[in-house]
């Protein structure tokens, strides 16, 4: 991660519980380009279940 912030190495993939709640804390910390997002864009934080347009837009919006 400090490599990548001096221009060094790869860009993380920031993943593993990224939700709306505390996407926008994430990006002011790291400043990634992307983020990996799973469970947290589902309906009912299930990973069985369809992606949710709300929970997505309140992720996008979040950044």
Known sequence: MKRWQL???????????????????????????????????RAGGSFEARIDAGRLAAMRAAR
């Open 7 to 41: 221009g060094e190495g790869v860009e993380p993939l920031v993943g593993s519980g990224v939700n709306a709640g505390n996407l926008a804390a994430l990006h002011r910390l790291i400043g990634a380009r992307q983020y990996h997002v799973g469970s947290g864009a």
